[in-house]
């Protein structure tokens, strides 16, 4: 079966054709910058093989609907297409954000789930017009085709009310629907499932910390293979720090500045989720930046290094109390799978808890699944690389065959 990823965002459309039944990544790409003067398209045939070919447009891309007939064409080109025709994709999976407390599985779209979605537009509203766009595009150029809706936030969706409430007036929850949902699901989900492949045991049956570091970075508690807590909250602003993104604040930081520096809440907005974390600290949001500022002696991006370590490891110690028994601590994501100092400074200090890093494992190259604790960390220490297309793909996979 093949299965068309699509990530749909207000002003791009990232996707991946998957053949599911090797789990094979057809083509992937991007269209970026839509409605903007010119727009690009970015094309991947066979990406990460040897044979991988690449086609890159600029134009003019006015909609999500010119844009998904671009990609469409690449797909299906006579000449370097993946494959002959349309009648070859079997089904849509549809990255979504916010499902709010809607949507406690992946599901078929019908007018029902759009109408979800569009009631949720408040909770999302970054993303989930977005979305929309993307479905109702796809929808009409797939009519046939059955599309499927798979959320950030379901993986969370098994958290208790004492980890998602606010302690805010209740009623601000009743009328709003103001709570902690969590993001990232689809990578915590898949690297829980990995992690307790790679532990020999099944996902019910294991307590791990998965720690997502990228751009945005989050992390979970997961009780026998279930989310009982998440860093994100009600955006994917709380928690740890991130790349621009400020994580745990006090609130009242926000009416402090918008009277003395006349700031809307809407430039608090910006402020707090593009021109803050690491950016706002050392004026650099790449980590591989960070550290090359670091070699020459840069103290404020030593100092955006250390508040990450610091912030990563109290959240580690405070889900390590949430859970009491942890078989594993599990890094992903492009810091966590690829950086060995941000991994050790995330658990440094940790060892009087049965958490001790090996250090040549951690440094080694490896790529892939690995274990980088020593042997007598009674605590596994894991690097597991995320893929949330895939995920994507093999829960639409999982909806079509239970419909
Ligand atoms: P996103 O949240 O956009 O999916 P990624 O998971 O791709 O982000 O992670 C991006 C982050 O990973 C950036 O901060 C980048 O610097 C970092 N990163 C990628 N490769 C490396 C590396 N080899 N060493 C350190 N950091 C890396």
């Known amino acids: 079966m093949n ?3 699509i990530n749909s965002g207000s002003s791009s459309i990232k996707y991946q054709l998957l053949d599911m039944t090797t789990e094979r990544v057809m083509c992937s790409g991007a269209v970026e910058r839509i409605g903007e003067a010119q727009g690009t398209l970015t094309h991947k045939i066979a990406p990460g093989t040897e044979g991988e070919d690449k086609i890159t ?14 990609i469409i064409g690449l797909i ?12 070859e994709i079997e089904a849509v999976g549809h ?3 916010q499902g709010g407390d809607l949507f406690d599985r992946s599901c078929l779209v019908d007018d029902a789930v759009v109408e979800g979605l569009t009631k949720l537009i408040p909770l999302g509203p970054v993303h ?9 595009v796809s929808r009409h150029l797939f009519p046939k085709v059955p599309q ?4 950030d936030t379901v993986f969370h969706q098994t958290m208790p009310p004492r980890a998602y409430m606010y302690a805010l007036p209740y009623e601000l929850y009743e009328e709003l629907k103001v709570r902690r949902y969590g993001f990232h699901g689809t990578s915590h989900s898949y690297v829980s499932k990995e992690a307790a492949r790679f532990l020999g045991k099944s996902v019910d049956e294991v307590n791990l910390i998965t720690v997502h570091l990228g751009n945005g970075s989050s992390m979970c508690a997961v009780q026998n293979g279930k989310s009982v807590d998440t860093s994100m909250g009600l955006t994917p602003l709380e928690g740890l720090i991130m790349g621009t993104r400020c994580g745990d604040a006090d609130l009242a930081i926000y009416p402090l500045i918008g009277a003395a520096k006349g700031m809307s809440i809407e430039e608090i907005n910006d402020l707090t989720n593009k021109q803050s974390g690491f950016k706002g600290i050392c004026g650099k949001n790449d980590m591989r930046d960070i550290h090359a500022a670091v070699a020459k002696g840069d103290g404020r991006a030593k100092l955006a290094l250390d508040m990450f370590g610091y912030r990563n490891r109290k959240y580690i110690g405070s889900y390590l109390a949430v859970l009491g028994r942890v078989d594993a601590i599990v890094f992903t994501a492009g810091i966590g799978e690829n950086d060995p100092v941000a991994r050790e400074l995330s658990v440094r200090g ?5 958490i001790k890093l090996d250090h040549d494992r951690n440094l080694a190259p490896t790529r892939g699944a690995r274990d980088i604790s020593s042997a007598d960390s009674t605590v596994r220490v894991l690097v597991i690389p995320t893929n949330e297309e895939l995920e994507i793909a093999r829960q639409t996979v999982g909806v079509l065959r239970a419909s």
Do not use: C, W, Y
């Open 3 to 5: 299965v068309l990823v």
């Open 350 to 354: 940790l060892e009087h808890m049965g």
């Open 76 to 87: 299906t080109d006579a000449e370097r297409g993946v494959v002959k025709s349309l009648d």
């Open 57 to 70: 447009l600029t134009q003019p891309i006015p909609d999500h609907e010119e844009g998904m007939h671009l």
């Open 128 to 136: 989930n017009p977005g979305h929309l766009a993307g479905i109702r």
């Open 148 to 151: 499927v809706t798979v959320f």
């Open 95 to 97: 990255r979504i954000v």
